[in-house]
């Protein structure tokens, strides 16, 4: 009897332990530069992952940290954007919100985290910056932020677009139809002002928010509208989108390496690990070619990867890139997501989950991004960055193997974990 007090007296020890280690915030600060840029600055005693949304005009930035006790509910903020924030505690995790008073441009807002400095003695830091529609990001005293919000999809010249047809919408429903469908994938948005270099891709994107007059003229897929979020990987339809490829290299490192190819070598290792786990996969491309076809448009493109998910009626999609950025001392892991579901962003999480907790470099977190291929497909999907091409230390794990297999492996086990 004495022995079994003990035991359970240990594991109660043991149980407090871990929950007295568990990532904690201490502090949230503001601060506003000359340029009128909202800082917010969550302090952690851990590592933690990040989300950040709008919720009609107050943008809420999600922290995985308990809310320490001396973190007041509530700070007075003196902006042009906000008068206060609320800090929340839901339990696992906390939420700041910032009622806002002016409506943001998009993409106004970035988050990003810095690492705990010992010998500075800073912990661990979430922070989010926002901008007035008046101000300049990087007006004089803005502090630069860690990495763009705007992962890039594609560096291919433009084209021009009176060959673009009426837009017409395809329901998948037989194999016949799916077949003759597969060649009237269209574009849905042109990037006119997009520099065809590789400097340019690190603040550039295509998969910008579509405005309403873009979709007069587009072809599209369209799936059964019905996808699978649970119940075990084993049958579930993945579709795996290998960033970039054919005319379109995509980011390029120091010594030449291409985005295109590293993409495609890690989503193929993806794949083979999903079948084994009883998945079903379809790639929007296994060689280096563009999905579309010579000559294609941005938009065309991108549509035609978002019709490959469409059509075999996927349960997810996740779509491959490699990052890039003009600080060549920016690195880490970030993953990107559009709400159109109730499970674009769990699935977001578990994937970068995997990813932040296994590798040595930044955690940048998960984002939220109105980009093309993970917005105008039907089931959940996300684009994945596996670091910095710009990064030497990055480059340099990137063209191994063993970070190829690892980064895929922790991948397939975010889907499958998404799945169970």
Not at 54 to 63: A, I, K, P, S
Not at 352 to 376: E, H, P
Request: net charge positive.
């Amino acid at each position: 009897m004495r022995k079994i007090f003990l035991l359970t007296l240990l594991a109660c020890c043991m149980l407090l332990g871990a929950v007295a280690q568990a990532a904690q915030i201490t502090d949230v600060k503001w601060g506003v530069n000359k340029a009128d840029v909202l800082r917010i600055v969550v302090d952690v005693t851990d590592t933690a992952g990040y989300a950040v949304d709008m919720e009609g005009d107050t943008l809420n930035l999600t922290v995985n940290a308990d809310k320490g006790a001396q973190v007041p509910h509530s700070k007075a903020v003196k902006s042009s954007l906000a008068d206060s924030l609320k800090i929340v505690d839901k339990g696992s995790y906390t939420v700041v919100r910032v009622p806002l008073k002016q409506r943001l441009l998009e993409k106004s807002y970035k988050a990003f985290v810095l690492k705990k400095d010992p010998a500075t003695g800073r912990p661990f830091r979430v922070v989010l910056d926002v901008t007035p529609r008046q101000a300049s990001y990087s007006g004089s005293g803005a502090a630069t932020t860690v990495v763009s919000n705007r992962p890039v999809v594609s560096n291919r010249p433009t084209k021009n677009n009176s060959s673009i047809k009426k837009n017409t919408v395809i329901k998948t429903s037989t194999v016949a139809d799916k077949k003759a469908d597969k060649k009237k994938s269209s574009s849905k948005k042109k990037n006119d002002n997009k520099k065809n270099t590789a400097a340019a891709k690190t603040e550039t994107t295509v998969n910008k928010p579509v405005n309403k007059s873009d979709t007069d003229k587009f072809a599209v897929i369209k799936g059964n509208g019905r996808f699978r979020t649970s119940g075990g990987i084993d049958g579930k339809i993945i579709t795996l989108d290998a960033g970039h490829g054919g005319s379109d290299p995509g980011a390029i490192g120091s010594d030449g390496t291409k985005e295109k190819n590293i993409t495609l070598a890690i989503t193929k290792i993806v794949k083979e690990i999903l079948e084994d786990k009883g998945a079903k996969v379809y790639m929007t491309r296994t060689t280096d070619v563009d999905v579309f076809g010579p000559n294609a448009s941005d938009a065309e493109e991108l549509q035609a990867r978002v019709n490959v998910g469409e059509k075999y009626n996927s349960d997810m999609f996740v779509s491959l890139h490699i990052n890039s950025s003009v600080n060549k001392n920016v690195g880490g892991f970030s993953t990107y997501y559009y709400p159109k579901t109730d499970n674009d962003l769990r699935l977001a999480q578990n994937i970068q989950n995997k990813l932040a907790a296994n590798f040595g470099v930044d955690d940048l977190g998960v984002r939220q991004a109105n980009f093309y291929v993970i917005k105008r497909i039907s089931m959940p999907a996300v684009l994945v960055e596996m670091c910095f091409i710009s990064n030497e230390k990055e480059l340099t794990l990137m063209k191994g193997q063993w970070f190829q297999k690892k980064t895929a492996r922790l991948i397939a086990e975010g889907i499958e974990k998404y799945f169970a």
